[in-house]
């Protein structure tokens, strides 16, 4: 059974920084893509960022480039997000996301996703 625990989120000021992992379990992730989704209150589950093997190329939505790092460990089939300079817009529940493939798609699309964690809450306030 496929796992994906997220941890790291909290509540952080305006300017701040958080770092979240997604460790999963449960079967291979060796050609995959890894990612975040993020879901505010009253609007749609987006993507922010991403990164994908076997290539390791990485990718982000415009909003977040520059201040969000996304890592990856194959060893410990974890990825982290290194979230800096926090906005009050950043505010949401986010979602760690795998899309199992040989060459997955980035940007990451809901519809291509395979496994979903449960989601983290991230509060920036201003």
């Known amino acids: 059974q496929v796992q994906l625990v997220e941890s790291g989120g909290g509540l952080v000021q305006a300017g701040g920084s958080l770092r979240m992992s997604c460790a999963a379990s449960?079967?291979?992730?060796?050609?995959?893509?890894m990612g975040w989704f993020r879901q505010a209150p009253g609007k749609e589950r987006e993507f922010v960022a991403a990164?994908?093997?076997?290539?390791?190329?990485?990718y982000y939505t415009d909003s977040v480039k520059g201040r969000f790092t996304i890592s990856r460990d194959t060893v410990k089939n974890t990825v982290y997000l290194q979230m800096n300079n926090l906005k009050p817009e950043d505010t949401a529940v986010y979602y760690c996301?795998?899309?199992?493939?040989?060459?997955?798609?980035?940007?990451?699309?809901?519809?291509?996703?395979?496994?979903w964690g449960k989601g983290t809450l991230v509060t920036v306030s201003s």
């Open positions: 996301a795998v899309e199992i493939a040989d060459w997955g798609h980035l940007p990451m699309t809901r519809d291509r996703v395979h496994y």
């Open positions: 449960g079967r291979a992730f060796s050609n995959s893509v």
């Open positions: 990164s994908r093997r076997p290539d390791s190329r990485t």
